[in-house]
């Protein structure tokens, strides 16, 4: 198994536009077969460090993963988070 998490820092931290992105990010759920789950959250905190949306995916294998970096469905997203995105971090590891 595969864990995907990214983290996003947005250009506009507006609840409105933060809510919007965790919109977006949620709409892959059931649309990619790759997809085993799915969790987004937003952070409570604000700090000065703090990242606004963490993003959360599992995966059964690296092919997975991969098949996954191409859906159509995710490439949309691609789109979206390369528009709203001041910053992104991400970690990827085996369970």
Do not use: C, W
């Amino acid at each position: 198994m595969i864990t995907h998490i990214v983290l996003f820092k947005l250009k506009d931290g507006s609840p409105e536009n933060v809510a919007r992105t965790v919109q977006v990010l949620k709409n892959m759920e059931g649309k990619i077969d790759e997809l085993r789950s799915i969790e987004v959250g937003t952070d409570v905190l604000h700090s000065e460090r703090s990242y606004h949306i963490a993003l959360v995916t599992t995966f059964d294998s690296m092919e997975a993963m991969s098949a996954y970096q191409v859906h159509p469905e995710h490439q949309k997203v691609i789109a979206h988070m390369a528009e709203v995105r001041e910053a992104s971090a991400s970690v990827d590891y085996e369970t």
